[in-house]
């Protein structure tokens, strides 16, 4: 048995809306990880999270873990019109990292309150817990979850998820390689690596190096950066996400290409898709 995937949306920064965003999705990152056992885990809470609502509600209600990797509100804004927070058949546990800007309860509660939503997380009918994310990882049924901090302005952590069944990935959005210490480095790889290189790596491909530049501090990485990383520690499957929310699909298939010739195993998430792992 495998893990399998969905990409409820993975663009950057805000949604981006149009017929010209249809083939690669406007939705940002939310993406759906379904164990081998039927653990659901929800991999940061963008507007992509409409989408994986609608796929969970196909299936038995019951226990959610939505894990955040930062609190920026393209990873957040999409808990506040989900439809299964407001049932009584679900309920979730919200875990993610503390910063020194705070932590998974305070960004959460933060944002499901007065003035920024009109109904308080108090009064949605989802059973709701919070845990900060511990630095030895946690465990949900048959996956565990390993943390690594990474370069982001505020903090944002990457994510290794490993399956009983043996598949793993290593979740990276919003990464700012170029701004990495050697420690980063060091960990970073071994988040990727250990205890064999995982089977797909989901990174940050805001920008290309061409950009870099001139965006240095906005917390991205360029796609090329993604696929070194890959190549250096052996991942052989790389999805390329966080979408600049202005590259539209002619845009996006060109960079693609360019990202095919450069890496055969490599390519640019488009929601909607699911893959197994
Ligand atoms: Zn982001
Ligand atoms: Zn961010």
């Keep these: 048995m495998t893990m399998r995937l969905f990409i409820g949306g993975m663009r950057g920064s805000q949604p981006a809306l149009g017929s010209r965003f249809d083939e690669f999705g406007g939705d940002t990152t939310s993406l759906l990880l379904v164990g081998s056992h039927g653990e659901r885990l929800v991999l940061d809470a963008g507007t992509g999270m409409r989408a994986i609502s609608e796929q969970l509600a196909q299936t038995e209600s019951g226990r959610v873990t939505v894990l955040f990797s930062h609190y920026h509100l393209d990873h957040l804004i999409g808990l506040t019109m989900n439809p299964l927070l407001y049932s009584p058949k679900w309920s979730f546990n919200f875990i993610g990292p503390t910063f020194a800007d705070g932590g998974v309860h ?69 990464i700012e390689w170029q701004k990495r210490t050697p420690a980063d480095e060091t960990a970073f790889r071994m988040l990727c690596t250990t205890p064999a290189p995982a089977n797909l790596l989901i990174i940050d491909a805001h920008f290309g190096r061409e950009q870099q530049e001139a965006f240095v501090g906005w917390g991205h990485t360029s796609w090329q950066d993604g696929l070194e990383i890959a190549a250096s520690t052996g991942i052989q499957r790389v999805l390329l996400g966080h979408h600049a929310p202005g590259a539209d699909d002619a845009a996006l298939r060109a960079l693609e290409q360019q990202v095919k010739n450069a890496s055969p195993g490599a390519a640019l998430a488009r929601a909607g898709q699911w893959i197994v792992i």
């Design 106 to 174: 305070d960004a959460v509660t933060g944002l499901l309150a007065q003035p920024y939503w009109p109904i308080s997380w108090k009064q949605m009918r989802a059973k709701i817990e919070f845990t900060e994310f511990p630095a030895e990882g946690i465990q949900v049924g048959g996956l565990h979850v390993q943390g690594c901090p990474v370069p982001h302005p505020g903090g944002s952590l990457a994510y290794r998820v490993s399956d009983t069944g043996g598949a793993s990935l290593v979740f990276a959005t919003d």
